[in-house]
Nanobody, 121 residues
Framework: QVQLVESGGGLVQAGGSLKLSCAAP????????MAWYRQAPGTQREWVAS???????NYADSVKGRFAISRDNTQNTVYLQMNNLKPEDTAVYYC???????????????WGQGTQVTVSS
C-alpha cells in the first residue's frame, strides 16, 4: 500500500508564506508526474500546479508568480512553496503523484491525505 505523507499546512496571515511537503515511499516506482490540488469548502477540487518527469512545470493562473512546485529526487518528495498568500488560497491541499511500478503499464494515481491551509485577512 503506497501512502503519500503530507505536511506543512497551517494558519498564516495574508501576505505570508507556507511550504507544503509530500513524501512518497521508494516503492512507488518511476514517477511520471507530481502535482498539487486544493479544495475549498463547498467547491470542487481544483488543480494548482504540476511538474512532469522531464522538469516542465505549470501553474493555475490564480497562483502563478506566487507558488512554486519543486521536487527532491533523492527523497521522492514534492514541495509547494506558497508566497504572498491570500484569503482565497484557503483550502485543503492535496498532493498527487502518478507513478509506474512496471515499465509500459499505465501510471497509477496516488493522493496525499490533505493538509489544511488557512489564510486570515
Amino acid at each position: 500500500q503506497v501512502q503519500l505523507v503530507e505536511s506543512g499546512g497551517g494558519l498564516v496571515q495574508a501576505g505570508g508564506s507556507l511550504k507544503l511537503s509530500c513524501a512518497a515511499p521508494g516503492s512507488i516506482g518511476a514517477i511520471a508526474s507530481m502535482a498539487w490540488y486544493r479544495q475549498a469548502p463547498g467547491t470542487q477540487r481544483e488543480w494548482v500546479a504540476s511538474r512532469v518527469s522531464g522538469g516542465a512545470m505549470n501553474y493555475a493562473d490564480s497562483v502563478k508568480g506566487r507558488f512554486a512546485i519543486s521536487r527532491d529526487n533523492t527523497q521522492n518528495t514534492v514541495y509547494l512553496q506558497m508566497n504572498n498568500l491570500k484569503p482565497e488560497d484557503t483550502a485543503v491541499y492535496y498532493c498527487n503523484i502518478q507513478a509506474r511500478r512496471t515499465p509500459g503499464r499505465p501510471a497509477t494515481d496516488y493522493w496525499g491525505q490533505g493538509t489544511q491551509v488557512t489564510v486570515s485577512s
